[in-house]
């Protein structure tokens, strides 16, 4: 052979391989995947790694919180398929086996991260399995930010035992349990030093919180038994009434607040994401958007408010100056504002993803 030939044919070959390698690469996602990654705002990349995959933009530039060791999406993609891994160990569950299961290969899918325009841990609807939306990448990068990735990561797993989603007094504490994770999952991740300013934020929280609050009361439990990992602790509480383990949760006690004679007692709960008012006026409630995401499940005296863009009928009209709040909760700013004719309930949620809101108002008639 020719040096001509030989050098033609290492050429040929070369394309060869090249054109398997791009096949390959493609063919690496599933119909499901590839049709969930095809909604991404940018354009982006693929990470693939086997139970996770990250669908990140080309272009973004990000900050990386230097603890983590992260440096771009290639690397967080490592750390997001360990701490899926810290989960299956811990938890002796695999998500992607239980949705996956008695599919055709191009059903299955892996727990994809993407930036679509979804926010945080979504299921159900059209989803042919959970999705976890990058939301709007407020804060991308920082220390917070990995902290919301472990919450949102540890939803994929509390959803798959029925001790939790069959029961409703062991569903309550679903958000705690994603916050004690976080605290776990940022400590044997690599993230020690937020994971220790995560448990100081944690002793600090309000015990009707059942997010940062629930979470302490879970890490109090396993301080106490000595337990040593979520392995140790699941091992324990699996299959039980988790009130047995951590007495009634503080967020749905139903003890009632008396209410003197000649005042109505008005009961506000929402999960919110972002910021906005309520404002009573009359026998009228409006609500006025100011950032990110509308709220969600609002309630007034226990009656579902679905379209904020329509007044809520209170059914009765007070004195706004003599509005004063007996019990509230919320992780960030909940202010309760009152004016001669008008009531305002004021609320930014600042930090990454939603969170409960609830607050207990007495006023004279």
């Known amino acids: 052979m020719s040096i001509q030939n030989f050098q033609l044919k290492k050429y040929l070959t070369a394309i060869l391989f090249a054109l398997f390698l791009s096949i390959n690469v ?17 354009k982006s990349n693929s990470f693939e790694r086997e139970h996770i995959i990250l669908i990140w933009p080309e272009n973004l530039q990000v900050s990386w919180y230097q603890e983590s060791g992260v440096r771009n999406p290639d690397h967080l993609a490592d750390w997001l398929e360990k701490c899926y891994m810290l989960c299956i160990e811990w938890l002796k569950i695999d998500p992607n086996q239980h949705y996956n299961l008695n599919k055709l290969t191009s059903q299955k899918a892996r727990l994809i991260f993407i930036h679509n325009g979804m926010r945080d841990y979504n299921f ?10 990058l939301r709007d990448f407020s804060g991308v990068g920082s220390e917070d930010w990995f902290g919301w990735l472990t919450h949102e990561l540890s939803h994929e797993f509390f959803l798959c035992f029925p001790e939790i989603v069959s029961s409703p007094k062991n569903a309550t504490w679903h958000e705690a349990l994603c916050d004690y994770m976080r605290y776990w999952l940022l400590k044997e991740s690599g993230l020690p030093a937020a994971a220790n300013r995560w448990r100081q934020v944690l002793r600090h929280a309000e015990r009707h919180d059942k997010y940062k609050g629930g979470a302490d009361i879970i890490l109090n439990y396993c301080d106490r038994a000595g337990y040593k990992s979520p392995a140790e602790f699941w091992a324990e509480v699996k299959g039980k009434n988790f009130t047995s383990c951590f007495g009634e949760a503080p967020w749905v006690n139903t003890n009632e607040t008396a209410v003197p004679h000649g005042r109505y007692k008005i009961e506000f709960e929402g999960l919110i994401d972002g910021a906005g008012s309520f404002t009573f006026r009359g026998d009228k409630i409006y609500y006025e958007h100011f950032t990110w995401q509308y709220p969600k499940h609002i309630k007034i005296n226990g009656r579902k408010w679905d379209d904020l863009n329509t007044p809520f009928d209170l059914g009765f009209s007070f004195d706004p100056v003599s509005a004063r709040a007996i019990e509230g909760s919320g992780r960030n700013t909940l202010a309760l504002i009152p004016h001669k004719d008008r009531l305002v309930i004021f609320i930014d949620d600042f930090d ?3 969170s409960q809101y609830r607050i207990s108002i007495m006023v004279e008639k």
């Open 352 to 354: 990454n993803s939603s």
């Open 124 to 133: 159900g609807g059209k989803l042919p399995r959970p999705v976890i939306g």
């Open 26 to 42: 493609e063919a690496a996602l599933t119909q499901v995947e590839s049709n969930i990654s095809q909604t991404a705002l940018e």
